[in-house]
């Protein structure tokens, strides 16, 4: 079996995180707004593009590297995320509630005018929408952790390779 090239790395990695963008703003075309971490994680994916664009147009191979931590940001912003959604760990405060005890009456309403529509910890899509097993109770949040990782592999071994 044929090894795989440097170049030919950095364009699946660059291709996976332009299919990554593609998905998010369908799911948004179909009615899903994303919330304040759910964008967070488009933009490592938007720099990992511009770096592919970049490796591959001008032979920067090294570009790799810093692919890979595009990848890894996306990944951790990914798995925090997940935590926020499954009730794991509080998300910010702006996209997950917050404690009002204590508040004036004009800083509640500064929040109330301020905070988004989409809260960081509720899951509107998953698998399990799907697919009616319990096991595949996964949310984008989870796909974009777990897939996001992979490329951190992939971009490394193109850096590697260079």
């Known amino acids: 079996m044929k090894t795989l090239t440097s170049r030919q790395l950095i364009l699946i990695a660059t291709l996976v995180s332009v299919v990554s963008i593609l998905g998010a703003w369908t799911f948004e075309s179909l009615g899903y707004a994303p919330c304040k971490l759910c964008y967070y994680q488009r933009y490592p994916h938007y720099a990992a593009i511009v770096i592919g ?3 591959l147009v001008f ?3 090294w570009l790799a590297w810093a692919g890979a931590l595009a990848a890894a ?4 912003i990914g798995f925090f995320h997940t ?3 499954r009730k794991w760990w509080p998300g910010p405060a702006s996209c997950s509630g917050q404690d009002v005890a204590g508040m004036s ?3 509640l309403l500064a929040q109330i005018t301020e905070a988004p529509l989409v809260r960081c ?3 509107p899509w998953r698998l399990s929408d799907l697919i009616p097993w319990d096991v595949l109770d ?3 949040a989870n796909f974009n952790a777990v897939g996001s990782l992979v490329l951190v592999f992939i ?3 193109a850096a590697r390779r260079a």
């Open 155 to 157: 971009w490394i071994a």
């Open 83 to 85: 935590g926020v959604e």
């Open 73 to 76: 940001i996306t990944s951790g």
């Open 121 to 123: 910890d509720e899951i």
């Open 105 to 107: 009456t004009q800083d």
């Open 53 to 55: 664009a970049l490796a």
């Open 59 to 61: 032979g920067l191979r």
């Open 138 to 140: 996964l949310s984008m």
